[in-house]
């Protein structure tokens, strides 16, 4: 019986040591875990402190600066014309053309001056202005093609001969025909 009961005594004093050898463990691994949740908590609210500083600074500049009065409209800036780019014609083309009023002719020397505003052509036939305005200098016997300018009937005319009747604002539409080193060909009469 003696042997019964130090074999019980030292089995109990085997489960005590177990059981003191894994406490320390468990109780760390619980520290370390309420470490972690206590640095995310801190993390979170610097973070939210952070976040209602910078909305509370944004606020208050934008209330000092309508603290001042109705600010006045800045004035926008009239968008620029776009800038002139000569058509040149396509692979396997000879010509590339421009649709524009050709207008406010001046006779230079064997030069005529002409303004062109640009056309973008539709498919029914209108055209409207693309904003886009140029000056052409030519050799007066750049050649014309004409039908309402010539009284109705299609006939081929110089440039230098039209002078007077393209001297005044935008009327008469021409295709403008560009070779492909940029210099007009031909001037054709459209509509």
Same mark, same amino acid.
């Given at each position: 019986?003696?042997?019964?009961?130090?074999?019980?005594?030292?089995l109990?004093?085997?489960?005590?040591?177990?059981?003191?050898?894994?406490?320390?463990l468990?109780?760390? !691994? &619980?520290?370390? $875990?309420?470490?972690?949740?206590?640095? /995310?908590?801190?993390?979170?609210?610097?973070?939210? %402190?952070?976040? @209602?500083?910078?909305?509370?600074?944004?606020?208050g500049?934008?209330?000092?600066?309508?603290?001042?009065?109705?600010?006045?409209?800045?004035?926008?800036?009239?968008?620029?014309?776009?800038?002139?780019?000569?058509?040149?014609?396509?692979?396997?083309?000879?010509?590339?053309?421009?649709?524009?009023?050709?207008?406010?002719?001046?006779?230079?020397?064997?030069?005529? !001056? &002409?303004?062109? $505003?640009?056309?973008?052509?539709?498919? /029914?036939g209108?055209?409207?202005?693309?904003?886009? %305005?140029?000056? @052409?200098?030519?050799?007066?016997?750049?050649?014309?093609?004409?039908?309402?300018?010539?009284?109705?009937?299609?006939?081929?005319?110089?440039?230098?001969?039209?002078?007077?009747?393209?001297?005044?604002?935008?009327?008469?539409?021409?295709?403008?025909?560009?070779?492909?080193?940029?210099?007009?060909?031909?001037?054709?009469?459209?509509?």
């Amino acid at each position: 019986m003696a042997d019964e009961t130090e074999l019980g005594w030292r089995l109990a004093e085997l489960a005590e040591s177990g059981r003191s050898h894994t406490v320390p463990l468990a109780a760390h !691994r &619980v520290r370390a $875990r309420g470490e972690q949740r206590l640095r /995310r908590r801190r993390t979170t609210l610097v973070t939210a %402190v952070a976040s @209602l500083a910078a909305a509370l600074v944004a606020g208050g500049l934008a209330l000092a600066g309508s603290a001042h009065g109705p600010q006045q409209p800045t004035a926008t800036p009239a968008p620029a014309p776009p800038p002139f780019v000569r058509p040149s014609p396509g692979p396997g083309e000879e010509y590339a053309s421009e649709l524009g009023y050709v207008y406010g002719a001046v006779a230079e020397g064997d030069t005529v !001056r &002409v303004t062109v $505003r640009q056309l973008r052509g539709t498919i /029914r036939g209108t055209a409207s202005p693309t904003g886009v %305005v140029h000056a @052409l200098t030519l050799p007066r016997a750049t050649l014309v093609e004409t039908r309402r300018l010539s009284g109705g009937h299609p006939a081929d005319m110089q440039l230098g001969q039209l002078v007077e009747r393209l001297a005044d604002g935008p009327r008469w539409t021409f295709w403008i025909d560009y070779d492909n080193e940029g210099r007009v060909e031909s001037l054709r009469e459209a509509g």
